[in-house]
């Protein structure tokens, strides 16, 4: 019998930047959040996916969504739950407006070490600041293996997981111990 997994999956509400109008940008030259609506990050759905197909595959594990951000950031987590996930986790206060990558990940770490997920899941970057940063700088805070540009996990056996990943040129296949971090492509 396969090892029941705690999986996390790292998800962000972002603006909907797909129909963007005049009043999008504030005079500041920054994103203005109150004239677009919210949405699931599209990469952290791709997260999500990989994250249900894995709990599918081995029988009684969970998959819980983390998400920062203000109240209304628990939509995701409302329609995570929709889509198959079991629950999830929301960090908010005023004090996290405007983080940066850095500021991000260490409180989403700060939470998983408590959460303590045997695979933490993530989209490879949001939309609204196409960093790909967020993922690998949790793995380094957690002091753990990451995979990124992951395209498909293949399994999971004896405490370590495989997985497909996209590079240069073509595709690879890496095996890394649990717990993990995985980046995931759209």
Excluded: W
């Excluded at 030259?29 to 004239?35: L, S």
């Excluded at 990558?101 to 408590?114: F, I, N, V």
């Excluded at 949001?126 to 700088?137: E, F, H, L, S, Y």
């Amino acid at each position: 019998m396969k090892k029941q997994l705690k999986i996390v999956v790292l998800a962000k509400q972002v603006p909907d930047t797909r129909n963007v109008g005049k009043d999008a940008m504030t005079p500041e030259g920054t994103v203005n959040r109150a004239a677009l609506p919210a949405i699931f990050n599209p990469e952290d759905l791709n997260a999500l996916e990989a994250a249900l197909f894995l709990k599918d595959e081995t029988e009684g594990s969970t998959v819980h969504i983390l998400t920062m951000g203000p109240p209304r950031a628990a939509d995701i987590i409302r329609d995570a739950i929709f889509r198959g996930a079991d629950g999830g986790y929301l960090l908010t206060d005023r004090k996290f407006a405007g983080s940066d990558t850095l500021a991000t990940s260490y409180a989403l770490s700060c939470a998983l070490r408590k959460i303590q997920p045997d695979v933490i899941v993530a989209g490879r970057q949001a939309i609204d600041g196409d960093t790909a940063q967020v993922g690998p700088q949790v793995a380094e805070k957690l002091g753990l293996t990451q995979i990124t540009y992951a395209e498909e996990i293949l399994k999971v056996a004896d405490g370590h997981i495989t997985v497909k990943r996209h590079i240069d040129g073509g595709i690879e296949t890496v095996e890394g111990p649990l717990p993990i971090v995985i980046t995931v492509n759209g």
